[in-house]
């Protein structure tokens, strides 16, 4: 198992595109995994299994596209 690499707010957002207040609002929401320094700096974890935030956005839009196809077989073959 790898050691988890932690980034600050800044550094994080420079690599995935996001801007630094939107980083913080996701750490404040628990949205991403993270820790606060003893001086109430923001340290985001950053591993292998991160993706970019384009990546994440896509999948999530195709997610929404395919559920409302699904949606609209399973209606179709209700009223048949």
Known sequence: MPIPKYVS???YSRQSGIGVEEVK???KTKQ???????GGYYKISVDD???PI???????????RLKTI???ILNTVKQA
């Open 9 to 11: 707010a800044e550094e």
């Open 25 to 27: 609002r996701l750490c």
């Open 32 to 38: 991403l995994k993270h820790f606060m320094t003893e």
């Open 49 to 51: 299994n991160s993706v």
């Open 54 to 64: 384009e990546k994440y956005e896509e999948v999530s839009k195709e997610n929404t």
């Open 70 to 72: 699904l949606e609209t």
